[in-house]
């Protein structure tokens, strides 16, 4: 398991349990299997017999007038001390540390501009096989769309030892700045919120890794979602959209080619 960077993922959903996980096996091709979790409906999706994450619905957490959302677990070696950082450096904490029995310790936080995420501490013998960056299955771009990039980059390079990699100028959309953690590419990005998005709240985008985006984006709206942005080509050989599912949850689907340059090669 990664240690300075994004270890599991979750979609909380307002809907139906079921019809969100077959909405996503359609979409993102996921294996998905009921974790066992006792009083507690939790799916674990992913690939190969390699996990990404889970859902649940809010409804199971006594919480089902919350919005549908994906969150994403941060790793953390203590999260009982990272939290009292968070807190230090201008976030807020949304839940105190809990321990999840056999698995490990979370919490859930913001970031000083209110971004949603999570931190988690696995226990010690807690170490599921991962999928690789760009195999399909695995989240392959994490994108953060804030008010102020730049001091959310010097949160998250503080607290999780994040590096920039290259930035790119949007002309009226602004920089958007890429950064890389333990691996020897870029894993995502930051942005201000764009104008023409202006109600938009801070939060994390995720992109699933897909075969083929275009074949993506024809899943989504013939299962019921809805396309917001693409399918469109992005600098390095990837091929991008985003939507919203049935239950009114963002995410996007992201496609590689293997033999496409790097950004900024």
Do not use: C
Not at 193 to 205: A, S, T, V, Y
């Amino acid at each position: 398991m990664t240690k300075s960077g994004f270890v599991w993922y979750e979609l909380m959903t307002n809907g139906a349990l079921d019809a969100a996980v077959s909405f996503y096996k359609h979409v993102a091709g996921w294996d998905i299997r009921d974790s066992g979790m006792p009083g507690m409906q939790y799916m674990i999706f992913g690939k190969d017999g390699k996990d990404v994450g889970g859902m649940m619905s809010w409804k199971a957490v006594g919480q089902p007038d919350m919005p549908t959302e994906w969150v994403a677990h941060i790793y953390t070696a203590n999260v009982d001390a990272e939290v009292e950082a968070v807190v230090k450096d201008g976030g807020t904490q949304i839940q105190p540390p809990r321990d999840i029995p056999g698995v490990g310790r979370f919490a859930v936080v913001t970031d000083p501009q209110g971004a949603k995420f999570l931190l988690f501490q696995p226990g010690q013998a807690y170490a599921p096989p991962r999928l690789a960056q760009n195999e399909v299955g695995n989240v392959g771009w994490h994108e953060l769309i804030t008010t102020d990039w730049e001091k959310a980059w010097e949160f998250y390079s503080k607290h999780y030892g994040w590096q920039k990699d290259f930035a790119m100028d949007m002309k009226e959309m602004g920089i958007y700045q890429t950064f890389r953690i333990d691996t020897d590419r870029y894993i995502g990005a930051m942005m201000n919120i764009p104008p023409f998005m202006k109600d938009l709240k801070p939060g994390w985008l995720f992109y699933f890794q897909v075969a083929d985006a275009d074949a993506g984006a024809k899943r989504i709206t013939e299962n019921g979602g809805t396309i917001t942005h693409g399918p469109m080509d992005v600098p390095g050989g990837s091929r991008i959209v985003q939507g919203i599912d049935p239950q009114g949850g963002r995410f996007a689907l992201v496609s590689t080619s293997s033999t496409a340059p790097a950004y900024g090669a």
